[in-house]
């Protein structure tokens, strides 16, 4: 069930940039988090997207907004989803999205990811606190379905 908070640097990216960015960032973590393609488990694929106001990025100091289209990721996701591989691919994959969406120009893509791996019984969901077993049943985790069966 992934979670990301998305920054972007301003002006970097238009409508259909975003809109690029977020569905190719979405594919990604629910291929790195084994989801399912399947409505009930995508649903629950969420990413929060902002973009810096003008005047908001600086690199060394000086303004960098007009020579960096920049996508920051802060991936929320449950200790033992992910393991190395999974979360290299990621990475691959979000740096590929990004200059796809940033499209042509002369702006330098960079990305940064962190991802967050919540501790077992520190992830409250909908007023309640949701465990990795009954997490990987909800969201789907083909490759956690050994967990899931156990809880």
């Known amino acids: 069930m992934p979670l990301m908070r998305v920054t972007m640097t301003p ?6 940039g975003k809109k690029s960015l977020v569905t190719a ?8 988090e084994s989801v399912p393609d399947r409505p009930e488990h995508r649903m629950r694929a969420l990413v929060l997207l902002e973009e810096l106001a003008a005047g908001c990025f600086y690199s060394a100091g000086v303004p960098a907004a007009d020579a960096v289209a920049g996508v920051f990721v802060d991936w ?5 989803v992910l393991d190395g591989a999974r979360k290299a691919r990621f990475a691959h994959e979000l740096q590929e999205a990004a ?7 002369d702006r330098m893509v960079v990305t940064s990811c ?7 019984g520190q992830w409250a969901q909908t007023g309640a606190i949701r465990r990795l077993p009954e997490v990987s049943t909800v969201a789907g985790f083909e490759h ?3 967990i899931a069966s156990n809880s």
Do not use: K, M
Not at 25 to 32: F, P, Q
Not at 76 to 80: D, K, L, N, P, R
């Open 114 to 120: 962190v991802i967050q791996e919540v501790p077992e």
């Open 99 to 105: 200059e796809s969406a940033a499209g042509t120009g």
């Open 25 to 32: 960032l979405t594919e990604a973590a629910c291929r790195a």
């Open 11 to 16: 002006n970097a990216f238009d409508d259909a």
């Open 144 to 146: 956690l379905t050994a």
């Open 76 to 80: 929320q996701v449950s200790t033992g």
